[in-house]
């Protein structure tokens, strides 16, 4: 009976088993810009711009000398298919235009399609003469 009473006990007494920790969306993290292409032209790839999306919905895009070039913040709705990324750019502490894009990742690649204007595209591609912007991004390894 005293086996049973101090077994008991011990259970009772065991710590509670540790919450897992929270991940951070995929999307949070730090991205290198590999490849550009704007209304169907290829661009060069800018050299070691970085973008940032914060897990606080704060945005940031810095340049090779890690100086912040804009700021702002993002929403993501990862329920719609494809993904929507919605990003308020600030410019001197005022708002700024918001650009509407959808978005994927694969494993370290971040592929975004975003429109100037009001729309938001329907796929991943940038036309010729077309207002959209295709970017591909892939995770920066610390």
Same mark, same amino acid.
């Given at each position: 009976?005293?086996? !049973? =009473?101090?077994? &008991? ?31 169907? +032209? ?7 711009? =970085? ?6 919905? %704060? ?10 070039v804009i ?8 329920? +719609?298919?494809?993904?929507? !990324? ?15 894009? =959808?978005? %994927? =990742?694969?494993?370290?690649? &971040?592929?975004?399609?975003?429109? +100037? ?26």
């Open positions: 009976m005293n086996a !049973l =009473i101090l077994g &008991l006990a011990l259970v009772v007494a065991a710590p509670a088993p540790k919450e897992a920790a929270k991940k951070d969306p995929p999307h949070v993290g730090d991205w290198t810009v590999e490849s550009v292409i704007a209304g169907g +032209q290829i661009l060069p790839a800018p050299p070691m711009m =970085i973008i940032r999306f914060g897990a606080d919905g %704060k945005f940031e895009r810095k340049g090779p000398d890690g100086q912040l700021g702002g913040t993002f929403t993501v709705d990862a329920k +719609q298919s494809p993904a929507h !990324l919605d990003v308020k750019h600030q410019e001197d502490q005022q708002a700024g235009p918001t650009s509407k894009a =959808i978005f %994927k =990742i694969d494993g370290d690649t &971040l592929t975004i399609c975003s429109a +100037q204007g009001d729309g938001r595209p329907t796929a991943f591609e940038s036309t010729a003469g077309s207002a959209t912007v295709l970017m591909v991004l892939k995770r920066k390894k610390d």
